[in-house]
């Protein structure tokens, strides 16, 4: 990896690792894995795994990635020379790709609507539906996805716009987008929510939200939990590893984590908080309403109250995007990385070997919403087994064989050496996180996932 590769700032440092982690998951992944989970049981339950899991896990990829000082791969090489756990690195690699076959399209929605904002096509109304029917936005979600060209077109758009930041590097590329846009995405997210508590179930959502039923909480929602909170915090398959890699010596990586983590989970609540007044207020808590297309059907539902919908339409869809961008980035990084680093390539030789397959499998992934419907593995289409096979199942594997690698096998000051910055630093929550992934959390995720199987 070049010598210039890292982060130049404290800010830029933080604002890029926010950028991989607020994305879809925070804001189209969250609300309708909450929804399919019974509600708030399911927010108890991912918050629970957020800090026991999530910020352990996500210290243990900073540490290999700063102290190995190179791709996911490399860096298990580079700490354990001569054993097989650059393997997981790989399996990394491999897990980010399955990703982004469906993240590349659901960002290619974004920017349809997007577009559909900005023509006002998006809130004409359609024919043989009354105006201000429930039925206005789900119908034109579902037509818009099942469909087969434009969705698939949008997709590669994506793909190409994010080769081309791609290409620019760390920090020209990935912190410049990320210092600018990401906290314009806070302050649009806390004005929709002040405008949501104005719906007229508004109460109703927020007690749907926030006020659980612990009859509901089961080892599924607990493996949903798991999966959305690595998701969410972009763990448990290199990416991190790759970005603490481009930390600085001196960057303290506790506080960044608990940084990352916290305002990552800021985000999902705001977006819940906004969107289930929404699903109350406009009648969306029918199942058939929810999954993918909730947040391209509550969010328009709620717009069209407001003054100007185009407007916040727009905004909202351009920030959206923008998370979608930085996230999709930050996926791809870890392969590119790897080419880079492994292989000696140029930096846009690297990016477009790696998207150019892309292309294709999420075209596969695209169409497998309509025309490719019937084809199933596992019981789920192409797109949602990628989806939910990723992020319950290898992700928290990935985490899993991490937190083993960490607790047991690395060298035996790694881990402290890293949360200390070589001892410099005085940090009372060193100990507490290495015991957590050498005992606690490879023994949950491996129960959680033992239980889900049966
Ligand atoms: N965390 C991102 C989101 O919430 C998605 C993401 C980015 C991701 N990088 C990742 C998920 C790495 C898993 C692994 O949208």
């Not at 049981?41 to 700063?66: D, H, K, Q, S, T």
């Not at 979600?141 to 994506?158: C, D, F, K, N």
């Not at 096979?389 to 790694?414: C, D, E, Q, R």
Request: a neutral charge.
């Amino acid at each position: 990896m070049a010598e210039n590769s890292e982060f130049k700032s404290k800010i830029g440092l933080i604002a890029a690792t926010v950028g991989s982690a607020v994305g879809l998951g925070n804001v189209w992944r969250f609300p309708a894995e909450t929804q399919a989970n019974g509600g708030a049981a399911f927010l108890l339950v991912y918050v629970v795994c957020v800090l026991l899991f999530g910020i352990p896990v996500m210290l243990g990829e900073f540490a290999i990635g700063r102290a190995g000082r190179s791709d996911a791969i490399e860096s298990y090489r580079k700490l354990s020379p001569g054993t097989g756990w650059w393997i997981s690195g790989f399996l990394g690699i491999l897990c980010a790709y399955l990703i982004l076959t469906f993240y590349m399209v659901v960002s290619g929605w974004t920017l349809e609507y997007l577009f559909q904002s900005l023509t006002g096509e998006l809130y004409a109304p359609i024919a043989g539906v009354a105006e201000g029917s429930n039925l206005q936005f789900s119908d034109r979600m579902q037509e818009y996805i099942g469909s087969v060209w434009p969705p698939m077109i949008w997709t590669w758009i994506t793909i190409i716009i994010c080769g081309a930041v791609l290409c620019m590097g760390v920090q020209k590329g990935i912190e410049r987008a990320s210092n600018i846009l990401m906290p314009l995405l806070f302050v649009i997210l806390v004005i929709l929510c002040i405008t949501a508590m104005t719906l007229p179930k508004a109460a109703e959502g927020l007690e749907y939200f926030f006020s659980p039923d612990f009859s509901k909480i089961t080892p599924e929602v607990w493996v949903s939990a798991l999966g959305q909170s690595f998701f969410s915090l972009s763990l448990g398959m290199g990416t991190l590893i790759t970005y603490g890699s481009y930390f600085k010596k001196d960057t303290n990586l506790t506080n960044t984590a608990v940084t990352v983590s916290l305002l990552d989970m800021f985000v999902a609540i705001l977006v819940g908080v906004i969107i289930f007044p929404g699903v109350m207020s406009f009648g969306l808590e029918d199942e058939n309403f929810g999954g993918s297309s909730l947040v391209f059907v509550t969010f328009p539902e709620i717009f069209n109250m407001m003054w100007c919908p185009r407007l916040w339409s727009t905004l909202f869809f351009i920030l959206l995007a923008v998370a979608a961008l930085t996230s999709s980035i930050s996926i791809s990084e870890v392969s590119i990385a790897y080419f880079c680093g492994h292989f000696k390539m140029k930096r846009t030789t690297a990016t477009w070997l790696v998207l150019a397959p892309l292309m294709v499998l999420s075209s596969v992934s695209s169409l497998s919403n309509g025309i490719l419907s019937d084809w199933k593995i596992f019981g789920y289409t192409f797109f949602d087994a990628c989806d939910q096979f990723t992020a319950n199942l290898l992700m928290p594997l990935g985490a899993l064989i991490m937190s083993v690698y960490i607790g047991w096998f690395a060298p035996k000051h790694m881990m402290m050496d890293q949360l200390t910055n070589g001892g410099t630093l005085r940090n009372r929550f060193a100990r507490p996180v290495i015991f957590l992934l050498k005992w606690v959390t490879p023994i949950l995720i491996t129960v959680i996932l033992v239980t889900s199987l049966f």
